[in-house]
């Protein structure tokens, strides 16, 4: 079992930067496949990127490739989603969640079993 916590949402301005973080609990973080989802107001929980066990496979939803970052390093249990040229219709919360027992890459959200509580990441026109 793992338990997740996110951080580092906030407000900013559109073309702004911003990391948000996932932290881990438990020795075998480096097992987990490790993805970040966002919600906004009135729509579904969508897709943003997924990174494998080892951190050598990443994953974008179109809208954000070439925009967002996800890393992972595991000897600090921390996933990271680096995100650059913000717009307004990024704005959500963002949930990192976790699963031991599938694809290395999956952007289906019913396969992941562990999920963070959410961050809000605000972005200004």
């Known amino acids: 079992q793992v338990q997740l916590v996110e951080s580092g949402g906030g407000l900013v301005q559109a073309g702004g930067s911003l990391r948000v973080s996932c932290a881990a609990s438990?020795?075998?973080?480096?097992?987990?496949?490790t993805g970040w989802f966002r919600q906004a107001p009135g729509k579904e929980r969508e897709f943003v990127a997924a990174?494998?066990?080892?951190?050598?496979?990443?994953a974008y939803t179109n809208s954000v490739k070439g925009r967002f970052t996800i890393s992972r390093d595991n000897t600090k249990n921390t996933v990271y989603l680096q995100m650059n040229n913000l717009k307004p219709e990024d704005t959500a919360v963002y949930y990192c969640?976790?699963?031991?027992?599938?694809?290395?890459?999956?952007?289906?959200?019913?396969?992941?079993?562990?999920w963070g509580q959410g961050t809000q990441v605000t972005v200004s026109s």
């Open positions: 969640a976790a699963d031991r027992s599938i694809g290395p890459l999956s952007n289906n959200k019913s396969q992941y079993t562990y």
């Open positions: 438990g020795r075998t973080f480096s097992t987990f496949v």
């Open positions: 990174i494998s066990r080892s951190g050598g496979s990443t």
